[in-house]
């Protein structure tokens, strides 16, 4: 059942009501919690894998400084709580440690909305947005999260390591941000983009991507193993949905076109693997954070 707020709302904004149908569609109605067509990213190999949070194939292919080809991998969600729900739902992952610059899986297993837990048991698990929250760009910068990873390395040389960087997902950084996307318009809206051309936020976020490839540079150049760069999902900028074929910006729920489940894999050259075992669950101090923080996080970065 919908409420009388949310069906005001879909009458004051009709391409609501679109991206509902297509939700409803390709999630059979409610019934998938994930995109069952997708790959198990546990089950390939990597030693690290680095996330970059809503990053195109394609514009990853443009600003690639890798000594790798940018292919694809098919994700299993179209937004971060679906990709969280259908990589990590009911594992056993005490070989792996998992970094962090997005609190969406701590919104779900810390009971600050009502939409379930993901049952998931890491060995560490390192929220790099408690501590390194920039107020004046609303995000993590990307240097916090190299530095957090590269320490989880040191701390856990025998496990595997998953890196989530925020970026490019919006709020965008570099020279096209500071001059269009200032004060409230950071919490950026891909339906009314704040005014923006397209062409202004298409470049506002290969400049995000491009300030953020250098830190993973550093991250890489830091440890040893095999290392594979992707993401949890695309980006959709104006591509048509399905089945209704409205232009499509951000990354709605359950939209499972090729721009937004189409994610990048680049698998880079290694000299030798790590030795990686499961162990316990290490002692990690975690401080639990208001509810209302967890939430402000999340509308700095765009979710309402």
Not at 157 to 165: L, M, S
């Amino acid at each position: 059942m919908y409420s009388a707020a949310q069906v005001a709302r879909g009458l004051r904004r009709p391409r609501l009501i679109a991206e509902e149908i297509n939700r409803l569609y390709n999630s059979q109605f409610g019934s998938k919690s994930y995109n069952d067509d997708g790959v198990d990213f546990i089950t390939e190999e990597w030693d690290t894998l680095v996330l970059l949070d809503a990053c195109r194939a394609d514009v990853l292919r443009q600003c690639n400084p890798f000594d790798a080809e940018v292919g694809t991998r098919t994700s299993r969600g179209s937004q971060t709580i679906e990709f969280l729900r259908g990589t990590f739902e009911d594992k056993d992952l005490l070989d792996t440690v998992y970094v962090t610059a997005n609190p969406q899986l701590y919104r779900l297993n810390n009971g600050v909305y009502d939409r379930g837990e993901v049952d998931v048991t890491f060995h560490a698990q390192i929220d790099v947005w408690k501590d390194n929250w920039d107020d004046e760009v609303r995000t993590v910068r990307p240097e916090c999260v190299t530095d957090a990873a590269i320490e989880a390395h040191q701390t856990y040389p025998d496990k595997r390591v998953i890196v989530h960087y925020i970026q490019p997902h919006a709020p965008f950084l570099g020279p096209t941000a500071q001059k269009h996307f200032r004060g409230d318009s950071l919490a950026f809206d891909w339906e009314t983009r704040e005014g923006a051309s397209d062409e202004i936020v298409q470049q506002a976020y290969k400049e995000t991507l491009e300030v953020t490839l250098p830190e993973v540079e550093r991250l890489v150049e830091s440890i040893d193993g095999k290392v594979v760069i992707s993401s949890d999902h695309g980006q959709a900028m104006g591509e048509r949905g399905f089945p209704v074929p409205i232009k499509t910006y951000g990354h709605p729920p359950s939209n499972y076109i090729p721009a937004l489940v189409d994610v990048p894999w680049v698998e880079l050259p290694f000299e030798r693997r790590r030795d990686i075992v499961a162990g316990t669950r290490a002692h990690v101090e975690h401080d639990p954070v208001e509810h209302d923080i967890v939430q402000e996080r999340l509308v700095d970065l765009g979710y309402r």
